[in-house]
């Protein structure tokens, strides 16, 4: 059985930092692309980051790019997603996906004061 299982979400101030992390198990981790995605209230699901199996080609949505970084430890089968200078509009449930096929059920990122 695929899971993903991400952790790490909570209420943070505007300016404050997070790090979210995904344990996936039932894969090979190590061969495949993997994303964040996160879905604020009431709008739809916006991709955020992709990183490749090593790590080496790394893209972001332009609305994080400075602030968000995505990374991964293959041996760990974890992803991960350190978030700084964070702002209210970035308030979403995150999602991570290995590829496009599987997802976790997310974990609520919240900023506010």
């Known amino acids: 059985e695929v899971q993903l299982v991400e952790s790490g979400g909570g209420l943070v101030q505007p300016g404050g930092s997070l790090t979210l992390s995904c344990a996936v198990s039932g894969i090979t981790f190590g061969t495949w692309d993997m994303n964040w995605f996160r879905q604020a209230p009431g709008k739809g699901p916006e991709w955020v980051s992709t990183?490749?199996?090593?790590?080496?080609?790394?893209i972001y949505t332009d609305s994080v790019q400075g602030r968000f970084t995505i990374s991964r430890d293959n041996a760990k089968n974890t992803l991960y997603l350190r978030m700084s200078s964070l702002k209210p509009e970035d308030t979403a449930v995150y999602y991570c996906a290995g590829g496009m096929h599987y997802w976790g059920k997310g974990t609520l990122v919240t900023v506010s004061s």
């Open positions: 990183i490749d199996p090593d790590g080496g080609n790394i």
